[in-house]
């Protein structure tokens, strides 16, 4: 089955300055990649998602990129701020399956 | 998103004890699946449901049992065989079928032991 390797684990930024978060999968089927944000005690939030038919996707200060060959996809945030902190979460699903595999998560802390 | 709907919030199991924790949707949605989040863990899939009278396990799926006889509902049993429940569940759903489609959750249920 599909396995999701996420890091770093934990994450501190000043405000303002971007954070990076790297998740690889083992599936070369996998086609389907999207990212949730949780915040303390509250259920995950899709943020954003790929198909593995576009390289790179963004909305406003969020992108994510996926680099099929090497099997890996990234989280970028840009200008972060104070309510960017949160645990996030990526996941892949294979093609034509129900299952999303995910990721154990990155505490991202912004420090003010 | 207020569409799914977890209840109750806290839940706590006495030991020899099956609890029932409920899942509503009124988002339509086809595929439903149920997720056991612990520190450190991420979300772990225990069951998953595609279609009315039909569901599948997931990874972790021993000690808990569902159904799904009706579109909108998806009730997870915690049975006396899971020896370690507590954790936060997650419902979640998901519509086109639930194929490569974005899952969407419910505000989970707390279950701890007494």
């Known amino acids: 089955g599909e396995n999701v390797e996420q890091h770093p684990s934990t994450l501190s930024v000043q405000e303002g300055d971007s954070a990076v978060i790297k998740c690889t999968y083992s599936d070369s089927a996998s086609n389907y990649f999207p990212w949730y944000k949780q915040e303390l005690g509250k259920r995950p939030q899709l943020i954003i998602d790929?198909?593995?038919?576009?390289g790179e996707k963004k909305d406003q200060r969020i992108a994510v990129t996926l680099n099929k060959t090497a099997k890996h996809f990234s989280l970028h945030i840009t200008e972060t701020q104070p309510e960017d902190s949160a645990v996030y979460f990526c996941a892949a699903s294979s093609a034509g399956s129900y299952q999303l595999t995910f990721g154990k998560g990155t505490k991202l802390s912004v420090i003010p | 998103d207020g569409g799914i709907t977890q209840s109750p919030k806290y839940l706590f199991r006495k030991e020899g004890q099956n609890v029932t924790l409920s899942c509503e949707q009124n988002?339509?949605?086809?595929?439903m699946y149920w997720y056991r989040q612990d520190p450190g863990q991420g979300l772990r899939l225990i069951y998953y449901s595609q279609i009315v009278n039909d569901f599948q396990k997931g990874d972790i799926a021993e000690g808990y049992s569902v159904s799904r006889e009706k579109k909108e509902s998806f009730p997870l049993t915690v049975t006396s065989a899971q020896k370690n429940p507590t954790a936060f569940y997650l419902c979640?759903?998901?519509?086109?079928?639930?194929?490569?489609?974005?899952?969407?959750f419910g505000d989970g249920t707390r279950l701890s032991i007494l």
């Open positions: 988002l339509n949605h086809d595929a």
């Open positions: 979640a759903s998901s519509t086109g079928g639930g194929r490569d489609q974005p899952q969407h």
């Open positions: 790929i198909r593995s038919n576009v």
